[in-house]
């Protein structure tokens, strides 16, 4: 369903709207965009589900590519990356750690959602900050 979906809004003109609307809206910055992106991706991640996110938003991340001349590998990497690492933030933002929270509490240790961000949260901006650095440097 999802990527009948992207393959549809792809055809029809949608993501080159929204990479142009992006790009735009960033003022032309390939810097800017490129941590707005992350930022934007370790966000929504954190609260829901990264595949239908990362497949909607790859086409974009590649247009944008595009649109900058830069490596083709840069948008997309860093989506894909900030999204994954930023399902770490929240017992809710990837199925790894609704099953963790659930055993957790199932076996009586007290580790509320606000304990779990605390945790997540570090991880995350350690994982993210790393990675953004090296596609920075490697593929910029």
Known sequence: GIFVLIRAITDVGVVDLIAHGI???????????????IVLS???SA??????????MIP????LASSFNVSPYLFPFAIVIAATVGGNITPIGAAANIVTFGIMKRE?????FWEFVRVGLLFTLAGVFASSVFLWLVWR
């Open 23 to 37: 790009e735009k809206y960033m003022g032309g910055s390939l810097f800017f965009t490129f941590t707005s992106l």
């Open 42 to 44: 370790v966000f929504l």
């Open 47 to 56: 609260f829901i589900d990264n595949v239908p996110y990362v497949t909607a």
């Open 60 to 63: 974009v991340g590649m247009k």
């Open 108 to 112: 009586g240790l007290k580790f509320g």
